[in-house]
């Protein structure tokens, strides 16, 4: 709704896309292809709609203090807020999302992708795993680099980073074999999810909201909390409508 009343263009403008994501989505599913599983990860909180209004309301949230040094796990994380002054500094960063991405996890991950790139960072968004091709038509599909496709040079651009930001995940088993080249990176994680009982002493900032719809809707206050919803375009609100969409069932659920 917040996204609807900001930028109404935006959203009228990829409906007609949006209907053909669906068409598309029905066609993969109908041909058997690779797609996300919702149940192969025990931390993974896609459940059946019966199990979605019986999980608790709670709110779990950033944890104060110092960001957490590699080799120790007592730190918890900063608030996400303790971040933003940081989006001033040129920095490269690594964005990754949870094995085979769904909707909400490639929307969010490349509408950050899309709002780091216009402040001038240097921004690459590595999936561990492929994606369902029914999402291969969002803007900036084409620069996400696959794990298991180019793990020297994605081994290296996580290496390399001063940040990783973790998207739509909260454990990093979830990232499959991109986790032990996470863990040994000296680079500050990141999380933004809405997922329960996140591992926090993993990451140097982040938040966690179970409250929320979607990871997408964190990256839309994300980008409005830190002083640049100047900065949402099309590309960005297109991807954040669609993980809005597929992670409330075509807006059917809450979370």
């Not at 918890?76 to 490269?92: A, G, N, T, V, Y």
């Not at 990783?164 to 500050?188: G, M, Q, W, Y």
Request: contains cysteine.
């Amino acid at each position: 709704v917040r996204l609807a009343h900001r930028h109404p263009a935006a959203v009228v403008a990829i409906g007609d896309r949006l209907g053909r994501f669906d068409a598309l989505r029905q066609r993969d599913l109908d041909q058997n292809h690779d797609l996300p599983s919702q149940h192969a990860d025990p931390h993974h909180r896609h459940q059946d709609h019966q199990q979605r209004d019986q999980r608790p309301a709670q709110v779990e949230r950033q944890v104060f203090g110092e960001p957490h040094r590699q080799d120790d796990r007592r730190q918890p994380m900063q608030p996400i807020d303790q971040f933003f002054p940081l989006l001033k500094q040129p920095f490269k960063a690594v964005i990754t999302a949870h094995q085979k991405p769904d909707g909400d996890a490639m929307g969010s991950s490349l509408a950050l992708f899309h709002f780091l790139k216009q402040l001038g960072h240097d921004v690459t968004f590595i999936s561990p795993t492929n994606w369902a091709q029914f999402l291969a038509w969002m803007p900036g599909t084409d620069q996400v680099i696959d794990f298991e496709q180019h793990r020297e040079a994605a081994t290296q651009l996580v290496n390399e980073a001063d940040y990783v930001f973790c998207l739509d995940f909260n454990i990093l088993h979830r990232t499959k074999h991109l986790e032990p080249i996470i863990k040994e990176s000296k680079a500050i994680k990141i999380l933004i999810d809405h997922h329960q009982q996140p591992d926090t002493p993993s990451f140097g900032y982040g938040i966690s909201d179970v409250k929320m719809s979607s990871t997408c809707e964190m990256i839309y206050d994300f980008i409005v909390q830190s002083g640049h919803s100047n900065l949402i375009n099309m590309d960005i609100a297109t991807c954040l409508y669609t993980g809005l969409m597929t992670d409330t069932g075509s807006f059917r659920f809450p979370s």
